[in-house]
């Protein structure tokens, strides 16, 4: 064959190849456009999780393992959300427990937190939860997960409390390496859920939405999952359900309520949305985050703690129980927890009474106080106050001196009989106060850690109507987007860890609920 005879043949073979790879692309743009639009990003799978912190990723792989096909949808650029911050998971007659001998069990730890809720929380899924906490632990020492063992926040704590070594990132990592070498879980990164589909009464998928905006469809043959994370950083939603304006949050983690308002889109109820977890901490200028140890000085339970009219409003002990250090500071429109030279070398020398778990531990000492107290205030932190007199700290904090005489003069005077008739603080925290100086003031607050109410759920975690009916079936609602496991206040005393606790056992039931269903 001559050089023209190849070149014409290769030009039909070319314009042939080229025009079904035409019609090949005109058939896949068929196929995903219709009347100009282009079709929606589609997966189908067994199931569907909204969400990627500890229950979500705890769900997931918890179905994955049991054989089923997951589609996980994630709406930030990486997992973990708040259980990247947590500090360890409850547990009741753990084998940790065990080999320390300590003797809890778990109908004494679930009578001891309904008594602390007033039995006005979910006595059948709390029991679910206590019960199967120890199982949940064994599953995660599994995955990779290591434990320095059970511990408590304070002495009169139950050691229910269990220390992750690498806390709660570490806890995520282990997870989510296991899901990336799971072939059955597809996670979706930057793709919220936005609605739950619906058809005769089951939920069989969720509209989400790609980084890009554009619609993506996940299908469920089995279930849906939404563990979401609560409303924490949903200024809207705070307002609604507490009155609450101007909250100050530990962190931005984009907790918006997402799968909670699916839910209520479907009929759904929901209860103690006006229950937010607090933490006394320091006070913080908008869009900053507060100091943490800086914070944790300033509410020690030997300084003393006033409000705007420079009185004493509580006793400086409930620093030791963050929750109820939070609401008595809540109470106030203002709070300053003051202290002297005195405490400052308790705090360099003995270290802290109470910190904040194990972020900023119990016995955290500060020899250089005065770096961190001096590079606050060359910061130009307003909420970070020293003074060399009584007068001085009264013109920084703008607290009325004379109140400020008369409060540290009527401490002084029950700490010189070791006894507070004001608060009854216990006497081992009574310390006076030299009112001369140098003095030391921080501005102390209520941050919000998270939101612990959530849709009302049986304690199968299925979605409740306001007549305790199923709202749809094959959905299941978890972690911190379930309500009614608390009533007021978080139960920090009689079961530490259950909020991250409770996330990790809550993805599982769900997941372990629909592999039963799909029969695997």
């Known amino acids: 064959m001559d050089k023209p005879q190849r070149k014409e043949r290769f030009m039909k073979i070319s314009v042939s190849f080229l025009s079904k790879t035409a019609c090949l692309v005109a058939v896949l743009v068929a196929t995903i456009c219709v009347n100009g639009v282009f079709a929606a990003e589609k997966y189908s799978a067994d199931v569907v999780v909204i969400g990627a912190g500890g229950a979500g990723l705890s769900a997931a792989l918890t179905a994955a393992q049991g054989g089923a096909k997951v589609i996980l949808l994630e709406k930030d650029k990486m997992v973990g959300g708040t259980g990247n911050f947590a500090e360890g998971v409850f547990g009741v007659e753990t084998e940790m427990q065990r080999l320390k001998q300590i003797g809890l069990t778990k109908d004494h730890v679930f009578n001891e937190e309904m008594a602390d809720t007033r039995w006005n929380a979910n006595a059948a899924l709390v029991r679910r939860f206590h019960n199967e906490s120890a199982k949940t632990i064994d ?41 990336k070498e799971n072939p059955n879980v597809t996670l979706l990164l930057e793709t919220p859920g936005k609605s739950l589909i619906v058809r005769d009464g089951r939920a069989v998928g969720v509209k989400a939405q790609n980084k890009a905006g554009e619609e993506v469809i996940a299908e469920a043959r089995g279930g849906v999952i939404i563990a979401t994370g609560g409303f924490a950083n949903s200024p809207e939603m705070i307002k609604k359900y507490t009155g609450m304006e101007n909250v100050l949050n530990v962190a931005p983690l984009k ?5 909670i308002n699916m839910a209520i889109s479907l009929g759904a109820d929901v209860e103690g949305m006006n229950i937010l977890q607090f ?12 100091d943490l140890a800086i914070g944790c000085m300033g509410i020690e339970p030997r300084n003393i703690w006033v409000n705007k009219f420079g009185k004493r ?19 106030q429109k203002l709070a300053w927890g003051i202290f002297d030279e005195k405490q400052k070398q308790r705090l360099k020398e003995t270290g802290l009474e109470a910190g904040l778990g194990v972020v900023v531990p119990p016995g955290k000492k500060f020899p250089n106080f005065d770096e961190i107290w001096d590079k606050a205030i060359a910061a130009g932190n307003p909420f970070v106050v020293k003074a060399s007199s009584l007068e001085e700290l009264a013109a920084k904090t703008k607290l009325p001196l004379d109140a400020l005489k008369q409060t540290i003069a009527e401490y002084n005077k029950d700490v010189a009989v070791n006894k507070d008739h004001a608060f009854a603080k216990d006497e081992r925290y009574l310390q006076a106060i030299d009112a001369n100086g140098p003095l030391y003031a921080v501005k102390i607050k209520e941050v919000l850690l998270t939101t612990v109410g959530g849709v009302k759920v049986d ?26 496991m608390y009533s007021g206040d978080y139960t920090l005393t009689s079961a530490s860890g259950s909020s991250y606790g ?15 269903e799909l029969g695997k």
């Open 459 to 484: 304690e199968y975690l299925h979605p409740l109507d306001k007549n305790d009916n199923v709202v749809v079936s094959a959905l299941y609602v978890t972690g911190n987007d379930v309500g009614g």
């Open 279 to 290: 933490v006394a901490l320091m006070d913080a200028v908008p869009g900053g985050r507060p």
């Open 313 to 331: 409003f509580t006793n400086e002990y409930v620093a030791v129980d963050f929750p109820f250090a939070a609401n008595a500071i809540k109470r």
């Open 139 to 179: 599953w995660l020492v599994a995955q990779g997960v290591k434990f320095e063992g059970p511990s408590r926040n304070h002495f009169t704590n139950n050691p229910t409390w269990h220390l992750i070594e690498g806390r709660g990132a570490a806890l995520i990592r282990a997870l989510y390496a296991r899901i």
């Open 502 to 516: 409770f996330a990790v056992n809550s993805g599982r039931f769900a997941a372990k609920s629909i592999l039963e």
């Open 255 to 259: 907790k918006t309520g997402d799968g």
